[in-house]
């Protein structure tokens, strides 16, 4: 069988999130308190996702006092420009930014802004969709994003919209390759938390590469499963995980095949039951894995694209 990526990569998956704040902008703890609480809950790294808008002087949190051998933090913020198709504002997760990030000018745009991140080296994700409300024409506004925040804790735990994958299913449906992070988006003023991250494959803890790994899409995403391989021989795939109780695989129709029981720790599923073969002409050209757990925590795959294997 042809593992698949990142899980055929070297290195090791590093545990972090891209989505937080402190009282920087609009987070409860200070700046330090906030980055340690990842540091103590056995997160590898962290970014401080910070408002970045006027009313907190335009925020770019300097973590780097914070990184050592064994934890580290990627520069980044929540950019924010007007207006999206139902009037919101625009909020854009970028990771890897210089910390003199230019403010955006009164008339740019949230597409526009995302370009210029992305020009800046970052990796550009499109946060919390349901709670935003975003269309699925918003989403193809933004063309210079790398993925879409599909599970967003803080969203989820407070107001019950913290999905994100009815945009990227969508967008995918439409050609466009893009991946999925989890996150907390954590402000520390409830349980918002340690709910959703993301598992990064690389060779080192260097922010350079952590950063790398995430614009070449080589991470899965979780709320507690551990995918430790995935490999795909035709129509057969082959999974091993941490005990869960379901592993489902969907594409780009109503269709799924997958493997449900009690304790799973590894599983070969027919990919022909999804509708067609995964080898003809009419297959679905993208696939994703979802993992649940008996405590119905989920892992996630990024999008496996037939042609890319």
Not at 33 to 61: C, L, N, T
Not at 226 to 253: C, F, K, T
Not at 295 to 306: E, L
Request: glycine share 10%; aromatic share 10%; hydrophobic share 40%.
């Amino acid at each position: 069988m042809a593992d698949i990526a990142p899980f055929s990569l070297k290195g090791r998956f590093w545990r972090g999130n891209l989505h937080t704040h402190s009282n920087l902008s609009d987070g409860a703890l200070p700046l330090d308190r906030a980055v340690e609480a990842y540091k103590d809950a056995g997160y590898d790294f962290v970014q401080m996702s910070e408002h970045f808008i006027d009313r907190y002087r335009w925020p770019v949190a300097d973590t780097r006092p914070f990184r050592s051998n064994r934890f580290t933090t990627l520069i980044g913020a929540e950019l924010h420009a007007m207006a999206t198709e139902v009037g919101e504002l625009w909020h854009i997760v970028a990771a890897g930014l210089p910390l003199d990030f230019e403010p955006p000018a009164p008339d740019e745009t949230g597409p526009e802004l995302a370009a210029r991140a992305t020009a800046a080296g970052a990796f550009v994700g499109i946060a919390h969709p349901a709670w935003s409300q975003l269309s699925i024409g918003d989403g193809n506004a933004l063309t210079a994003a790398h993925a879409v925040e599909i599970y967003n804790h803080g969203c989820f735990v407070e107001v019950d919209r913290g999905d994100g994958w009815y945009l990227l299913d969508q967008l995918l449906r439409q050609g466009r390759r893009l991946t999925a992070f989890a996150t907390d988006d954590a402000h520390f003023k409830s349980d918002d938390a340690f709910g959703g991250w993301v598992h990064v494959k690389a060779e080192t803890l260097e922010p350079e590469a952590l950063l790398e790994a995430l614009k070449a899409g080589q991470y899965y995403s979780s709320q507690g499963p551990q995918i430790h391989e995935l490999a795909i021989d035709g129509d057969e795939l082959w999974i091993a995980s941490s005990p869960v109780n379901a592993i489902g695989v969907v594409g780009h129709n109503s269709r799924s095949a997958g493997r449900y029981g009690r304790a799973i720790t590894e599983a070969r599923i027919d990919l022909g039951m999804l509708g067609k073969s995964w080898t003809e002409v009419k297959r679905s050209p993208w696939i994703r894995i979802v993992l649940i757990d008996p405590a119905g925590k989920r892992a996630w795959t990024n999008p496996i694209w037939h042609d890319e294997r």
